[in-house]
């Protein structure tokens, strides 16, 4: 069989995402018959022997692809493993027969729609930084939003690392004394996001729910449980990272044809007339 590239095998066995794969195998926690692999090295998985933390990978050529809603409840950490024995995202999916991880993250006090999947390739396109897959949130934060912070949030906050974020949708569902609830839809997946985009404009996040991914929507799912995504939905997702992709390719392409500015020419300086002679007195008379 062709060789193919280690990282890209861990993903398709639902070790972990491409990206996690290539940082796991650069701290040297992956070898290949016996020697300590690097990023970007291949082998091939009908004869080379895979371990990864020292346990034996077996390569399965006929897996099934699991794509998983899951509803995350707060208090549950978005990781595979957790060093400090919290409560992971994994705990709720222990009975599905593959080695799931989870397609982006919510933090710990944050609820609503994760997706879970054994498909590299699929998580890789869900997670893709062209943001083609939109994400909804129901946020409630305190003290009551102002117009002014509701507009910063929609027109993009810098955040406390300088990077500004990019225009997203916000609309006001409740308000009161006290707190206003709102909907942001984002296209982007910056680390605790709406939490520093709040922060930044003075106002605290006390809920934070994802209800929908694409054209994933959360709807009656219960607390800890899970379903199967339809093909509709499967579909639907594709094509939104396709889009994504898509458009970013075209921005790119127009930004290199873009013709760049040509200096006009330098104007000559005005030159100084040089002095004519110095005019001579009269011949003093002897």
Do not use: W
């Not at 034996?56 to 409840?73: C, F, G, N, T, V």
Request: charged residues 30%.
């Amino acid at each position: 069989m062709a060789l193919e590239r280690i990282q890209k095998i861990m993903s398709e066995q639902g070790l972990c995402s491409r990206r996690a794969a290539e940082q796991i195998i650069a701290e040297g926690r992956v070898k290949v018959n016996g020697h300590v692999a690097a990023v970007g090295d291949k082998m091939d998985p009908d004869r080379d022997v895979l371990h990864v933390d020292g346990e034996r990978i077996y390569i399965d050529k006929e897996q099934k692809m699991y794509y998983l809603a899951l509803y995350k409840p707060r208090g549950y950490v978005t990781t595979v493993s957790d060093e400090l024995g919290r409560r992971t995202v994994m705990d709720l999916v222990a009975d599905v027969p593959a080695r799931l991880y989870p397609v982006g993250r919510l933090d710990k006090d944050s609820e609503g729609l994760l997706l879970m999947t054994n498909d590299g390739a699929f998580a890789n396109a869900m997670m893709h930084p062209s943001g083609g897959i939109s994400k909804l949130y129901r946020v409630t934060v305190q003290p009551r939003a102002t117009e002014q912070q509701v507009l910063q949030l929609s027109s993009g906050v810098v955040l406390d690392d300088g990077t500004k974020t990019l225009p997203c949708t916000v609309n006001v569902v409740v308000d009161e004394p006290g707190r206003t609830v709102m909907e942001i839809t984002l296209k982007e997946g910056k680390n605790r996001e709406i939490r520093r985009m709040c922060e930044a404009v003075g106002l605290e996040v006390v809920r934070l729910k994802r209800n929908a991914e694409g054209v994933v929507k959360l709807g009656m799912l219960a607390p800890g449980k899970y379903r199967e995504l339809t093909k509709q939905e499967l579909a639907g997702l594709r094509a939104a990272a396709a889009k994504g992709r898509a458009q970013t390719r075209s921005a790119a392409a127009a930004k290199a044809a873009r013709p760049k500015a040509v200096a006009g020419p330098v104007k000559a300086r005005a030159k100084t007339p040089a002095a004519g002679p110095r005019a001579r007195g009269p011949k003093r008379q002897g």
